[in-house]
């Protein structure tokens, strides 16, 4: 994992991903392995707030509002973001279950 910054990024979550996160959290628990969930969206966060453009993998630079889109993992989950480098800033797209928790 990476070292903290000084200043974390803000980090917010876009349009519908609380609900996403809310569905995935609802098959975690199903599965019974909510702690698997959360210790994944923990370490996601984490990165998100500290090193994001380090952590994701870039797809596509969004020129009309300077940010860069990224997706990055934390097993079982996929998350795709924005980072806003001007305002140091991360906005959480979408998040995905890319795997089953088994």
């Known amino acids: 994992m990476s070292e903290g910054q000084p200043n974390p990024y803000r980090l917010e979550d876009g349009k519908g991903v609380k609900e996403q996160v809310r569905v995935i959290m609802g098959i975690a628990e199903a599965a019974g392995k909510l702690d698997r969930f959360l210790d994944a969206m923990k ?28 997706h990055g993992i934390a097993r079982p989950l996929s998350f795709r973001f924005a980072v806003f480098e001007q305002h140091h800033a991360v906005v959480i797209l979408d998040v995905r279950m890319i795997a089953d928790f088994d």
């Open 43 to 70: 370490k996601a966060r984490h990165e998100l707030r500290n090193s994001p453009s380090a952590w994701g993998d870039p797809e596509y630079t969004v020129m009309s509002v300077r940010a860069v889109v990224y």
